[in-house]
């Protein structure tokens, strides 16, 4: 029976996709992928005479049509997109289009390139005492972001933070976090994270826009923020051994 399975690609390393997305790639008739992000190493793997379009230049309406097609001759169609399908994904439309159509659909995570921006790093956006809430955001483009989201009401948490979509603009989020965030917080810039040509940039909010400039980054970046950057915070309960909890008696309990 016709299926659509949208599958998160992950960052760009194509061994990071989920065994399951990697499995419908190699059976689906008809593969949709976001060539403008995805490494196409991610879909090599398919039957010979899977049919192959790059979403970068078509329309909803003609990716809804590719679907459709597809569907009525009873295929197997893999939707791919970058990282994790949820995030920027533009996936709602596509799922409400098929739901209309009455297509059935699946939806297959995928590591986003936050968390591997975090792994390259060797980085945990949630350390004790430090910040226990990550924020994921982007500053206002062609898109808009909702006023109650603004960057700089954001940063009034000075929580750990990820900007997507936003490194074209890294002075106007610079000017936005310092509103809150102290100048000296650390921040890095993750470009085109696990891909072979892979860059990264370090520095704090006074000096991450002038580095970024001379690291020539201009696309397909994470901003990350916080001080979950820096080397400061507290030992886990989850490992203290005075500390009981579920599976482990504490020391001094
Ligand atoms: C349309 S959004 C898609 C996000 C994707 N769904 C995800 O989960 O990573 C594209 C933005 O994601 C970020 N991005 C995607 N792949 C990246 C990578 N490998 N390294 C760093 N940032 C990446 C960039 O901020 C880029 O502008």
Redesign the pocket.
Known sequence: MAKVYFI?AG??DPELITLKGHKKIQEADVIIYAGS?VNPQVIADRKENAAVYNSASMTLTEVIEVMKKASREAKTIARV??????????IREQMDALIELSIDYEVIP?V???V??AAQLKKEFTLPEVSQTVILT?MEGRTPVPPKESLSSLAEHQASMA?????QMIDKVVEQLITSYPPETPVAV??????ED?KIVEGTLKNIAERVKEADIK?????LVGDFLGNQYALSKLYDENFTHEYRKGKNK
Request: net charge positive; hydrophobic share 35%.
């Open positions: 998160g960052p760009g992000l997109h970058t990282g994790d399908p949820s995030i920027y994904g533009a995928g986003s390139s936050f591997a921006s982007r900007i997507f979509l936003s490194v993750v470009q085109k994270a696990t891909w892979e696309k397909t970046a994470q901003i």
